[in-house]
């Protein structure tokens, strides 16, 4: 009996993980043809406005669809606060596939520095390009799209270490959001994302099954000025990430 309610749970796992990962795909792929359509016939200011909204509920209901699965749990409450911030960069750590989705999940005007192929990517490009989201290269261009942006009051989700963590407890850090804080005179919100699992992390195979549930909480660190040395404030930036005062796995 009790061999026989483990195949039904590891089964049951497996349901979770492949059709966690394709309800993605189709959200996105659902918005993809509407984002087409509309994206000639709006303006650049709704443009960008009903894109943020769109994929903050899409992001928001595909997550509430992983909860109900009981197989996955997000606290991601501590966002709701910067709902109604003045224009800020948030920086969060970076450990799985996730952490884009649970930010912009939570926050409608927020716009999300992606790579170059992922703009153009059959899932994500037409919703990106919607929501006018910003190309992380070339770095000149990123930085003055993203100080455009802040000028129609809204946040930049801007990872500091450029891709998905490979060591503890954070990656170096990139230049970037200190060289957008300081040129736009934006102050910087560090947010930690912590989880129990290495699930959807850099070395983690997309079909691989975790031990469930995989638990995901996200809360709000220190929050910085705009700094005046940009190489002086990402070493700092770094160190506060690393410090004690910062991610804790919840192990």
């Not at 700092?236 to 410090?243: G, K, P, S």
């Amino acid at each position: 009996m009790r061999a026989a309610l483990r195949m039904l749970l590891n089964g049951y796992d497996y349901l979770v993980l492949y059709l966690g990962l394709a309800w993605l795909g189709i959200l996105c792929l659902a918005w993809t043809p509407v984002a087409l359509v509309i994206y000639p016939l709006l303006s650049e200011r709704r443009g960008r406005a009903l894109g943020r909204y769109a994929t903050m509920m899409a992001f928001r209901f595909y997550l509430a669809s992983l909860g109900i699965s009981r197989r996955c749990s997000f606290d991601l409450k501590a966002l709701d606060v910067l709902r109604d911030e003045p224009p800020l960069i948030i920086a969060p750590n970076h450990p799985c596939l996730l952490d884009a989705v649970m930010v912009i999940s939570r926050l409608p005007n927020v716009a999300c520095v992606l790579k170059a192929d992922l703009m153009n990517n059959i899932f994500l490009g037409a919703g990106a390009r919607l929501a006018r989201y910003i190309r992380n290269e070339p770095v000149r261009r990123m930085v003055q799209q993203a100080m455009q942006d802040f000028d129609s009051g809204s946040h930049l989700l801007l990872f500091p270490e450029g891709t998905r963590t490979t060591r503890w407890p954070v990656n170096s850090f990139k230049s970037s959001p200190a060289l957008i804080a300081k040129k736009a005179g934006v102050s910087l919100q560090t947010v930690f994302i912590e989880t129990d699992s290495p699930f959807l992390g850099k070395q983690w195979p997309l079909f691989r099954r975790p031990s469930f549930p995989v638990i995901m909480r996200v809360r709000l660190g220190r929050r910085f000025p705009p700094p005046t040395d940009a190489r002086e404030f990402t070493a700092e930036l770094e160190d506060y990430f690393a410090t004690d005062r910062g991610i804790s796995p919840l192990l």
